[in-house]
């Protein structure tokens, strides 16, 4: 029967949906419990089956059946996530979307939770990888709306273990940390800072194609070489052998964790190329470390790229946080520890740290998991405004009562007696504010007590609030600068990497070409990119919103105002609205917001030109011997020819393989404009040389004080990324020493007369001559009178006029929009 | 831009001193997400040498997160250390020209 009086304490919930393992917890405000799954298992394999009868097995049943049934028997889909790629299960002849096995094991783990705790969970936090893109975010959260949950938000798997970490740690355990996830397919370090009970994530690095499976591929491969007859991975057919002896290197190399020797038998043999193959062999573990040991250092590496970035070296570190399995072999842990010479922190289940980390999350961002009661409310309602978990010993707490007439006082007792809120006076529209304190490191539940005008006590509801005092975390940064790539080829930024979630900013754009209504060809784009550089080419698309001539309910002409928001929540969820005012119109359907396919034959192509570039690079960075590019070069090099690896298993119909290569082609794409950039140094070098020169001159003669002040950092973190040969660094610098010298520049008169000639000089390009005319003929009077105010609005009309290059327009997506 | 830079410093969007600790940053950030979320017209506006600006929770947030990074924290009491005195606000227009200051830094809580 149900509770008529249900505990006010609230459940905080978190998630791991792992590539590998999956699992779940729970936070009550005081501890962290990992919720055991029915065969009392803190870890749940995040593999689904579908049989004939279109039953569904999930976890550890399933998993048993990968070998014996692989056609039917998911795993690793998660890799899949947001591709729109379908995984068939012949025999119940049907097909699941990654996000639709997602979802069965989250409903899994939801009735876990019920079967241990008895409460049906509603709000939950997920994990998901730091490097995730936003379609594989997008698809997570569907996945959680497929499992019945009403709300989640996604928070990044590093900020969770360090959460985890943080919050078990002795002492104020200030300083910088480090957390090294290395996962079943990829490799997260993640840098952060602890300062006054806060938790601030200073920056995160990572190789999405690092992982426990290169171990296990390294180690099959090592097995396959010494059979007798040897299975390849671009041969369809040999799939089912390789498969089989991978599942035995996995058990191999868990068993070595502890042992010396393994033995690597399967009851069956293999059959390959229509022969029986036995399978008898011994692995030791000098070999498997042997093996793993390079893919350890690339991780490695990866680590110590982050600490240089901001300043640190091997040996400033106040801790290691080891997170994932592999991260249980004893070499791993010797090997970080060695390399970054740290302390590893102690006493922490690597297994399920993360899915800690988002419960602990979960209760920072007050989202309680139990489905609420819907029994109507008794006593006077508040709406309360608190942090449900809080590093201040005294934080605000605000609130308004509902309806007219509210009480005129408040108060607030804690529930051990030993602190009560002086009384707060109730504003007559029923606002309120005071502040309560906590104990250290306690949940601390408060009764509220309120009284009305008639000085008689006024029940609440509800009747109290609970806040959990302990270590929180800023909100989430975004890990990539967010922007609308214009019909100029550049970028107009929305929000800066490192911009706090959740985020909204909206911008005017106007068109550059007419949206005829009614008219199917007809679509003005707006395309939606994520990268740090200002050339949109250089950008990743991340998802477009079209605005078509059969959707328009009038035509819409060329140089329309538009304005376009740009809106992320907390999990880094994208939503973009587009608003045309003219014909008051919305658009908000962002398309095209997949992961692209990866056919073999279209990766090929892509393999084929990066090798073409390359080798151009290569050649002209060895005639001007410059090692940096040479050795960038050399980097990529490698990662090409593990690509084409991949490419090779894409062609024995491994999805997953064609994903992991289309991505390391992406990634490979961005180092070589990179190293492009550091082959045009000298130039860059020079440029920013006479940027600085400019700069200084007109923020000096027009600038004001602050101006000036700026500049100063400006051109010293220029000097800096100078010294350093951060060629984007430098950039970015640039641009803002250009910002700042424009701002100076456009406060003189002089500035809008020279604005004007150059654009007049253009003015045969325009799209409407007469218009033109008219707008030079009214700048050229402005200029005898001497009026800088309409001289500035005549310019920018004079500019709307004329036309992007259509190159340009090419690079920006084929944009649509101007700023 | 420049004028962008004054009206959007964190300091002004949180309305706290440039010699803020850390933890009451934090405090007053969280006191005006509660505040905004449940309307209260007191968190609406801020005042800054510009005049009035409306205050937002995404502003609010993004005034905290900067404040949190020691570089771009310099770079703000820089500029609200050099920003001409703060308009609007509390601020009546006979009191603007010696009063004002005076009136809305207290109002901000820059002075007693």
Redesign the interface.
């Known amino acids: 029967m149900a509770d008529p009086n249900p505990p006010v304490t609230p459940l905080y919930v978190g998630i791991d949906l792992g590539t590998t393992n999956s699992a779940a917890a729970v936070f009550d405000g005081e501890r962290v419990s990992v919720v055991r799954n029915a065969q009392s298992a803190t870890v749940t394999p995040s593999v689904v089956r579908l049989d004939k009868q279109g039953r569904i097995t999930v976890g550890t049943r399933a998993r048993r059946f990968l070998e014996q049934d692989p056609s039917n028997t998911a795993a690793e889909f998660k890799r899949l996530m947001g591709t729109g790629q379908g995984i068939a299960f012949p025999a119940a002849g049907t097909t699941k979307k990654p996000e639709e096995l997602s979802a069965e094991v989250l409903k899994a783990l939801r009735q876990d939770i019920f079967d241990q705790l008895g409460v049906n969970i509603e709000r939950a936090v997920i994990s998901v990888p730091a490097l995730f893109e936003l379609p594989q975010s997008a698809a997570t959260s569907e996945a959680a709306r497929l499992a019945g949950f009403a709300r989640v938000e996604l928070l990044q798997e590093p900020i969770a273990s360090a959460l985890a970490a943080g919050w078990r740690a002795d002492g104020d355990g200030a300083g910088s940390w480090l957390v090294f996830d290395l996962g079943g397919g990829t490799f997260d370090a993640s840098l952060l800072e602890t300062r006054d009970g806060l938790l601030r994530v200073v920056g995160h690095d990572g190789d999405n194609f690092l992982g426990g499976r290169d171990f296990d591929w390294a180690i099959t491969e090592h097995l396959a070489a010494q059979l007798s007859v040897v299975p390849r991975r671009n041969e369809p057919g040999h799939a089912g052998a390789l498969r089989a002896l991978r599942l035995a290197a996995e058990d191999a190399k868990i068993e070595l964790s502890r042992n010396e020797r393994a033995q690597v038998t399967l009851a069956n043999p293999l059959r390959i190329d229509d022969q029986d193959v036995e399978v008898d062999l011994e692995l030791d573990r000098a070999t498997v470390e042997r093996l793993c040991a390079p893919f350890v250092d690339r991780a490695l590496d990866v680590s110590l790229r982050l600490l240089a970035t901001h300043g640190l070296g091997a040996g400033k570190l106040a801790k290691v946080v080891l997170v994932g399995g592999p991260t249980v072999m004893p070499m791993v842990r010797a090997r970080v520890a060695a390399r970054l010479d740290a302390a590893l922190a102690e006493g922490h289940d690597p297994m399920t740290l993360v899915a800690q980390g988002a419960a602990l999350y979960a209760a920072t961002a007050g989202l309680d998991g139990r489905a609420h009661a819907t029994a109507a409310p008794t006593g006077r309602q508040i709406w309360l405004q608190y942090p449900a978990v809080s590093s201040d010993l005294t934080p605000h707490v605000v609130g308004k009562f509902i309806g007219a007439n509210p009480p005129t006082k408040i108060r607030f007792a804690r529930a051990d007696g030993g602190w009560t809120s002086g009384d707060a006076s109730v504003a007559p529209d029923g606002t309120f504010l005071t502040s309560v304190t906590l104990l250290p490191r306690r949940a601390c539940t408060f009764a509220i007590e309120a009284t009305g005008a008639d000085g008689k006590r006024v029940e609440t509801s509800p009747p109290a609030l609970t806040i959990v005092q302990g270590l929180t975390i800023g909100d989430p940064p975004l890990s990539r600068t967010l922007g609308v790539a214009l019909a100029n080829g550049m970028v107009q930024t929305y929000l800066e990497r490192g911009a706090p979630l959740p985020a909204r900013r909206t911008f005017t754009h106007y068109t550059v070409e007419t949206i005829a209504k009614g008219s199917e060809g007809s679509v003005l784009r707006i395309p939606i990119v994520q990268g740090e550089l200002s050339q949109a080419n250089l950008c990743r698309l991340v998802g477009t919103l079209d605005i078509g001539g059969d959707a328009v309910t009038d035509t819409v002409p060329v140089g329309a105002a538009v304005e376009v928001t740009i809106e992320l929540d907390r999990g880094g969820r994208l939503s973009a609205r587009a608003l045309v005012p003219l014909i008051g119109q919305v658009f908000e359907h962002v398309a095209h917001l997949l992961v692209p396919d990866a056919s073999p034959e279209a990766l090929e192509i892509a393999m084929r030109d990066l090798r073409r570039q390359l080798a151009e690079l290569r050649t002209d960075a060895f005639r001007r011997g410059l090692a940096s590019v040479i050795e960038k070069l050399d980097h990529v090099e490698g990662r090409l020819a593990e690509a084409e690896k991949d490419i090779d298993a894409a062609h024995g119909g491994d999805a997953d393989a064609a994903q992991r290569a289309r991505r390391a082609l992406l990634d490979v794409d961005g180092t070589m404009a990179d190293a492009d950039l550091s082959r045009k140094w000298p130039q860059l070098e020079d440029s920013a040389r006479n940027t600085a020169i400019s700069a200084s001159s007109t923020v000096g003669m027009h600038g004001t004080d602050a101006e000036r002040s700026l500049l100063q950092e400006v051109l010293a973190a220029m000097e800096k990324a100078r010294r350093d040969k951060d060629a984007p660094e430098l950039e970015r610098q640039m641009r803002l020493a250009s910002r700042l010298s424009t701002a100076a520049f456009n406060r003189t008169s002089e500035a809008w007369e020279w604005y004007f000639a150059d654009a007049s000089s253009e003015i045969g390009k325009a799209r409407d001559l007469p218009k033109a005319n008219a707008l030079v003929a009214e700048g050229k009077a402005a200029v005898e009178r001497g009026d800088t105010t309409e001289l500035r609005r005549v310019v920018k009309g004079l500019w709307a006029l004329l036309p992007e290059d259509s190159e340009a327009r090419k690079k920006g997506f084929d944009s649509g929009v101007r700023s | ?2 004028a962008e ?2 009206a959007d410093n964190p300091f002004f969007v949180l309305g706290v001193s440039p010699e803020a600790s ?2 009451e940053v ?2 007053e950030a ?2 005006l ?3 905004l ?4 017209e007191a968190a609406r506006a801020y005042p800054t040498p510009l005049g009035d600006r409306p205050r937002t929770a ?1 502003a609010v ?2 005034a ?2 900067a404040l ?2 020691p570089y771009q924290r310099l ?1 703000a009491e ?2 609200a250390r ?2 001409p005195p703060v308009r609007g606000g509390a601020a009546t227009p006979e009191a603007a020209a010696g009063e004002a200051p005076v009136v809305t830094r207290r109002a901000l809580g820059w002075c007693p």
């Open positions: 831009m420049t830079r004054v850390r933890i934090e405090r969280q006191k997400l509660g505040m979320e449940l309307g209260f995404e947030r993004a905290v997160a949190r990074d770079v820089l500029w050099h920003a």
